[in-house]
């Protein structure tokens, strides 16, 4: 299992920025777009965001820039320009959670989105005040617990290169590598910031995204991290293992997820659901897709925990468990996202995010915005999980499912 598996991310007071995935806050969905619109095709003059007025404006700006810029720098390159264009338009939106990906930038989303890569298996926040990267868990086995990198231990270099500076994505793309690559980093390491370098041999991660274990001799206990590929099938073994320990209650701990793909999501949530709807979303157009659960189910009492860092998925999961009244959720606010992407390839290597619809939980709730009030507020005591490893969340709901049957 992974350590500090699941809610990490959201128990220090929201000091940590986590990057476990990329597309973070997303409820997504990729598209085989068959018809793939190659950079520079598929426009039309006359509608949309590009009207006429703005392509002749466009057409204006290059031609001053092809005949007055100065080109000072052999380090600018034509495709920056475009790319940069690119992203542009869709910044221009002023959606967080609509974005142009790069070639090379779309074939790090699919990685991150299934779970599975090749680096050293160290999931890395960035401290908000400091701005310093830490190493936020290590999963199990994995190059980087082999080599001695330990829980907290904040990046200084990789490969002789200070990290000063680096955004999160940046970090990341240099520590992961091909499998049987080496990467020097050096760490700084306690009170003392020691430094201290290690090198270590990349190979490939699997992602731990579900962690179980038992509470009492009939109280199962789930961590589910996030939704990505991975996950379908690591939930599925361990519930099954739950079920073999017999069990008659789940708490399910959904702190700190921040979501993932929905489709994952609709397969966990059938397994916990009754018969009915899971979600439907509508796009501008009012077209519905629903997503339904069939009529078996786990049929155990169960206790949900949330944060206001449960994201997308994870609100679609815990506000069908909240409307269908089979669970109680503890904890605080969810983060309140209520809108799917599509992300869209082109033809060219790079792809485009969307929101393309508003998603519904069973009972015709959209959150977007407002977030999910839990059942049971209960505000998480950091300074106590800090000193003591004290979760009072979880305590909360060890003690409310004690009386459930």
């Not at 959201?10 to 990729?30: E, F, K, W």
């Not at 290059?62 to 380090?75: A, G, P, T, V």
């Not at 306690?190 to 992602?207: A, N, V, Y």
């Not at 860092?309 to 969810?334: F, H, M």
């Amino acid at each position: 299992m992974k350590k500090h598996l699941g809610f990490t991310a959201g128990l220090i007071s929201g000091l940590l920025v986590a990057c476990l995935v990329l597309g973070v806050y997303t409820g997504i969905r990729v598209i085989n777009d068959s018809a793939g619109v190659a950079s520079g095709g598929g426009y039309s003059e006359s509608a949309g965001v590009l009207s006429g007025n703005v392509i002749k404006k466009i057409n204006y700006l290059n031609s001053l820039i092809d005949e007055r810029y100065l080109k000072y720098s052999d380090d600018l390159k034509s495709t920056d320009i475009s790319e940069g264009m690119y992203k542009g338009i869709l910044e221009s939106l002023g959606d967080q959670f609509s974005e142009y990906y790069t070639p090379e930038e779309y074939s790090s989303l699919k990685t991150s989105l299934s779970g599975s890569f090749e680096g050293i298996g160290a999931a890395i926040s960035q401290n908000k005040v400091t701005e310093e990267f830490v190493v936020n868990s290590l999963t199990e086995d994995s190059p980087a617990e082999k080599a001695g990198v330990q829980v907290g231990d904040i990046f200084n270099k990789v490969d002789g290169e200070t990290v000063s500076g680096y955004s999160l994505e940046e970090l990341v793309s240099h520590v992961r590598g091909e499998k049987g690559t080496v990467v020097e980093i050096e760490f700084l390491r306690g009170e003392d910031r020691e430094p201290i370098t290690i090198d270590i041999t990349r190979d490939s991660i699997e992602s731990k995204t579900v962690s179980v274990n038992m509470i009492d001799d009939e109280t199962g206990y789930m961590i589910i991290a996030s939704f990505d590929s991975v996950t379908e099938k690591q939930f599925d073994k361990g519930l099954n293992e739950l079920k073999s320990r017999h069990i008659k209650k789940l708490i399910i701990d959904l702190r700190g997820n921040l979501g993932g793909n929905v489709d994952v999501c609709a397969h966990i949530a059938d397994a916990l659901l009754p018969e009915g709807t899971i979600v439907y979303t509508k796009d501008k157009n009012g077209k519905e897709n629903e997503w339904k659960s069939d009529a078996k189910c786990l049929g155990v009492p169960m206790v949900v925990l949330v944060d206001s860092n449960s994201a997308s998925a994870s609100e679609i999961l815990a506000g069908a468990i909240k409307d269908y009244g089979v669970g109680t959720l503890v904890g605080t606010t969810t983060y309140g996202k209520g809108i799917v992407q599509d992300v869209l390839p082109l033809t060219d290597g790079s792809a485009v995010k969307l929101t393309t619809r508003k998603y519904y939980t069973p009972s015709g709730n959209n959150i977007q915005g407002t977030g999910i009030e839990p059942d049971v507020t209960v505000e998480f005591d950091a300074e106590s999980y800090i000193n003591d490893h004290y979760d009072n969340q979880l305590e909360k709901a060890k003690e409310i499912i004690k009386d459930m049957q």
